[in-house]
């Protein structure tokens, strides 16, 4: 989990997003690869949808532009993303992390937040 203390870099390369209207970033240091939604299924890959894997409940996705994401460690299996976005790099100073109230509500595993061209991106974790 990212925290200001695991966090030694001044910035992070951050792979950005959209699933609807909402913008995602994760971590480059998590990816072990981006590919299309047809070499995940040559490859056999395990392939759950975003929705799915962060327990979003009834959120439908009508995915646009899908792509898989490969996170390290577990190449076999995968997760259906939209809208690949940018590669950015986002200064530590500019990561905040969420109010306890949102966390009460929130994905556990989305860890923080960022403005990358005056829109908030959520922060994720892979795993």
Known sequence: MHTSET???ENIEVLTFRINQTRFGVDLDEIYELIELDQANQRECNT???EEE???GDLKIDYISPKVLLP???VSSGILIDQ???IC????????????LVKLFCQ???WGTTLIDQQIVLLIELQ
């Open 7 to 9: 966090i030694k870099t």
């Open 72 to 74: 390290k460690g577990s």
């Open 48 to 50: 759950t949808r975003f």
């Open 89 to 100: 790099h986002v200064s530590i100073d500019c990561i905040k992390p969420l109010p306890n």
């Open 84 to 86: 690949v976005e940018e």
């Open 108 to 110: 556990p595993r989305i």
């Open 54 to 56: 962060f327990r979003f």
